[in-house]
């Protein structure tokens, strides 16, 4: 395995800005470099010690969504070898297997989040109103419980170290427009219902996603970003999903689990991590990627 990458040094393309985990650089007026680092967020906050080969499962999981559900709506890919747009062997080196040349697309400001059960903050919302995003959901519902029908839940795009916020329906139709507020809507859970049925196949239950979009100069709808990976997706093990428990899940959940041990303000800067849960978290990340596409990364 490569040695972790934190962060990204491209001199030769123009870096537009690092996000959590992405690192984005101009390859040229129509097109972007996106280099997807080992870099790990928690509680909002990026820890210090990178997660190993983190950036490439995350790279392939995306690149395997993005070709399985190409039949649903146009995305962000080029087919462009990221290896061809950077210079020197330590930059060729960088962005292996963890990069993507992708098109320069406009992204709408919202998160098109789908849930297909009850868990984490949709949980929340519904044990004290009954509802998710102010969608009304049956009484009586348990933690972790498969819904009626997925549900579409949007949130607005927060900066780094802020959070993001649940909004309905009525305020996505105000921030993108009624037509494409439905567009959205309806791509969002026909993406998330055929990968759903497709994951539970290999074993593995999509609890709930989050999907970004980006429109083209003509106004077309494209999926950008990450799809359905382990950091913007519950997966959990169908063979230990239980109602009325929280799953264990194929993502930083380790992490999150030890540094709510810790006397930590979840502000930054984050603690360092034990090896030993970086190593696990890693191996669930790789877990992920083998059991969805029957490859490892780097293969």
Excluded at 29 to 53: C, N, Q, W, Y
Excluded at 171 to 190: F, H, N, P, S
């Amino acid at each position: 395995m490569t040695a972790p990458l934190f962060e990204s040094s491209i001199n030769s393309l123009t870096l537009l800005g690092r996000g959590k985990v992405r690192d984005i650089y101009a390859v040229d007026e129509d097109k972007l470099l996106i280099v997807t680092t080992d870099r790990l967020s928690a509680f909002d906050v990026i820890l210090p010690d990178p997660i190993p080969g983190k950036g490439e499962v995350l790279t392939a999981v995306s690149n395997f969504w993005f070709g399985k559900l190409a039949h649903v709506v146009a995305n962000q890919l080029t087919g462009i070898d990221p290896e061809s747009v950077v210079s020197g062997e330590d930059e060729i080196a960088q962005v292996r297997g963890r990069a993507l040349v992708t098109k320069r697309l406009k992204p709408l400001p919202i998160e098109a989040v789908v849930r297909g059960y009850i868990i984490g903050s949709g949980w929340k919302d519904y044990q004290a109103t009954g509802a998710v995003c102010g969608i009304a959901l049956p009484p009586g519902l348990q933690m972790a419980q498969q819904l009626p029908e997925p549900i579409f839940t949007p949130a607005t795009k927060a900066e780094i170290g802020a959070h993001d916020e649940n909004i309905d329906y009525a305020t996505t139709e105000k921030l993108i427009g009624v037509d494409m507020a439905k567009k959205v809507k309806d791509t969002a859970l026909r993406l998330y219902r055929e990968a759903a049925a497709f994951a539970r196949v290999r074993g593995i239950v999509i609890a709930d996603t989050k999907f970004e979009f980006g429109l083209d100069a003509e106004g077309r709808l494209h999926l950008i970003d990450e799809v359905i990976t382990p950091d913007s997706s519950r997966f959990w093990s169908a063979d230990q999903h239980k109602i009325g428990t929280s799953p264990p899940s194929f993502d930083k959940q380790f992490v999150r689990d030890y540094l709510e041990t810790l006397d930590w303000n979840k502000q930054a800067p984050g603690p360092r991590l034990p090896a030993d849960i970086i190593e696990k978290t890693a191996s669930k990340y790789r877990e992920a990627l083998t059991r969805l596409s029957g490859s490892r990364a780097n293969s």
